[in-house]
Structures are given as structure tokens and as C-alpha cells.
Antibody, heavy 120, light 110 residues
Framework: QVQLVQSGAEVKKPGASVKIFCKAS????????IHWVRQAPGQRLEWMGW????????KSSQSFQGRVTITRDTSASTAYMELSSLTSEDTAVYYC?????????????WGQGTLVTVSS | QSALTQPPSASGSPGQSVTISCTGT?????????VSWYQQNPGKAPKLMIY???KRPSGVSDRFSGSKSGNTASLTVSGLQAEDEADYYC??????????FGGGTKLTVL
């Protein structure tokens, strides 16, 4: 079955970086785009960016001012999201989700989420 | 881009219908037929309920329906059941390969 499995919870200090992985299975990795979405405690979903698994094209939300780097390893069917210069406001659950190409297509399968806690 | 606007809460009794709105702009909701709706239970990942404004994925109950008028999309849940109690988020393509989510609506079944 289609599955996205994410890495485990992380605790980071302010100013550090975190890198989360999202391993895909049950489908052809390069046929989809991987999006990253985060959710701070009790808050809304926030779109972060995407990577096209086929060609490495990426786009990130301007809200993160260049702090987000999204990469992928096709041989491992895995996407990665790295967030740098962490502050307490980056404490959130981070989700990956897959999407077929096209602006109207939805995020049809989500990872289980990765909790990132930023604390001194 | 600014978040889409949803009411913070909605409620209804079992068997009733409830509609949740999602208001954007002429640059996102109003321009593209790309509105999706996601159901999120506490501590769980979101689940796709509606896509392309009104389409239901396989396995989603036909009690869930979507529509759009102008810059506002709507999710209607008919025949409310206790299991429908959850948070609901809308999302839309916002142009330039970016997407935006709504603020979320907590649906309570009374």
C-alpha cells in the first residue's frame, strides 16, 4: 500500500538546523511531487514547499525566507526537508505528503508527522 | 500569501447538515478549481476528503460534498455522525507553484 514514513521526533536548540526524511513506498517515487506542511501546537496547517521527485525542481514558501531546503534521493525513494536557524516558533509537527503533478491535484497521502521541538 | 479564512468552529446535531466556508481571493480560490478539504483528528495526519472543489476520493462517504461560488468554497457534511467530529482544513493553489491552507474549523457533533 502507498505509504510515507517519516523520521522520528527531534529536539533542537535555537539557532540549530533540523533535517527530516520522508520515505515513500508502494508507488513510483518519481511519478509524484512531495510537499512539506507544518502545524504548530494548536495551530493551522502551513504550507512550506515541494520537490518534484522526477527532476529535483523545488519551491519554498516565502514565509521561511530561504531557511528551508528540500532535497530527494531517488535511489532511496526518500525526500528530505531541512530547516535552519531554528527558533521556538519552529516547534511544530512537520508532515510530508505526496501530490500528482498539476495545480488542482490534492495531497492524497500524508506521512505520520515528525515533531520538532526547539528549546534551549 | 495569507491564509484562507474559515470559521473557527461549526456544530450540528446527529443527522443534521453543516456547511463550513473557506474564503480566499480572486487569485486563489476564485481563480482555480483547486480547492481541497482535509479532515484531521487529534494527533493524526490530515486525510483528504474533497479535491478539485467537489470531487470525492474513493472511500470517502458521499455525505461529504464540496462547492464553490466566487472566492468562497464550502464543505457540507450531511447526516452528521459522531465520527465526523474533527478539524477541517481547506487548501487552494495560489499561483506561482504555491499553495495555501485555511485556518481550520473545529466541527463539533452535539
Amino acid at each position: 500500500q502507498v505509504q510515507l514514513v517519516q523520521s522520528g521526533a527531534e529536539v533542537k536548540k535555537p539557532g540549530a538546523s533540523v533535517k527530516i526524511f520522508c520515505k515513500a513506498s508502494g508507488y513510483t517515487f518519481t511519478s509524484y511531487i512531495i510537499h512539506w506542511v507544518r502545524q504548530a501546537p494548536g495551530q493551522r496547517l502551513e504550507w512550506m514547499g515541494w520537490i518534484d521527485a522526477a527532476n529535483d525542481n523545488t519551491k519554498s514558501s516565502q514565509s521561511f525566507q530561504g531557511r528551508v531546503t528540500i532535497t530527494r534521493d531517488t535511489s532511496a525513494s526518500t525526500a528530505y526537508m531541512e530547516l535552519s536557524s531554528l527558533t521556538s516558533e519552529d516547534t511544530a509537527v512537520y508532515y510530508c505528503a505526496r501530490k500528482i503533478r498539476g495545480p488542482t491535484q490534492p495531497l492524497d497521502c500524508w506521512g505520520q508527522g515528525t515533531l520538532v521541538t526547539v528549546s534551549s | 500569501q495569507s491564509a484562507l479564512t474559515q470559521p473557527p468552529s461549526a456544530s450540528g446535531s446527529p443527522g443534521q447538515s453543516v456547511t463550513i466556508s473557506c474564503t480566499g481571493t480572486s487569485s486563489d480560490v476564485g481563480y482555480y478549481n483547486s480547492v481541497s478539504w482535509y479532515q484531521q483528528n487529534p494527533g493524526k495526519a490530515p486525510k483528504l476528503m474533497i479535491y478539485e472543489v467537489s470531487k470525492r476520493p474513493s472511500g470517502v462517504s458521499d455525505r461529504f460534498s464540496g462547492s464553490k461560488s466566487g472566492n468562497t468554497a464550502s464543505l457540507t457534511v450531511s447526516g452528521l455522525q459522531a465520527e465526523d467530529e474533527a478539524d477541517y482544513y481547506c487548501s487552494s493553489y495560489a499561483g506561482s507553484n504555491t499553495w495555501v491552507f485555511g485556518g481550520g474549523t473545529k466541527l463539533t457533533v452535539l
